[in-house]
């Protein structure tokens, strides 16, 4: 049974906001081994747009930075599935990005059963499709990776989370510039 992990990058006061905290090259080093195991990523509308905006570009055009020209290999490559009510259809030829399944409503058997298959872990990355998974039950290991920034307002990691869900650390890794990426699991219940 493959896991479905929650990976994101957040301030220490809790707020997403991929454009506020630069990965060096030991971040991207760290989420290019996290995607080699990457079975598919899972966006909702705005994280997906957002990165489909910068990444296809870098595959095109490399920077000449290896661990930032990987990621966008490897992303590139990578399964994604968007869950969006908006968006009517998602054209690669458009947005230059591969491997893209759009889908307008989170259904948990749905998930369950993808989390069944075989094959490598799935990974949740934008932080309303992290809360409405974790209010399903469905994440089964939460990756937090707390930069030292405090942005004081934003868009905050858990808002609208409904019911207390209760986590336990089971690892942490430093990096050198700052950030620690804290793995929690759900608590057993």
Known sequence: MR?????????????????????????????????????????????????????????KNPTGNKPTD?????????????????????????????NTTLKNEIVREEILELKQQEGKDLFAGSPSLIVALAQLDLIDEYQLCVNPVIFGKGLPLFKNIQDRISLKLVKTKPFTAGPILLYYEPAKK
């Open 3 to 59: 896991k479905l992990i929650a990976a994101i990058n957040m301030s220490l006061d809790g707020f997403c906001d991929h454009t506020g905290m630069i990965a060096d090259d030991e971040i991207h080093e760290h989420y290019n081994e996290l995607l080699r195991n990457a079975g598919a990523l899972i966006y909702g509308r705005k994280t997906y747009q957002l990165m489909e905006s910068y990444w296809p570009a870098i595959v």
């Open 70 to 98: 990987d990621f966008a290999i490897l992303i590139d490559n990578i399964p994604k599935i968007v869950f969006s009510r908006t968006l009517k259809a998602i054209d690669p030829i458009i947005t230059g990005w591969k």
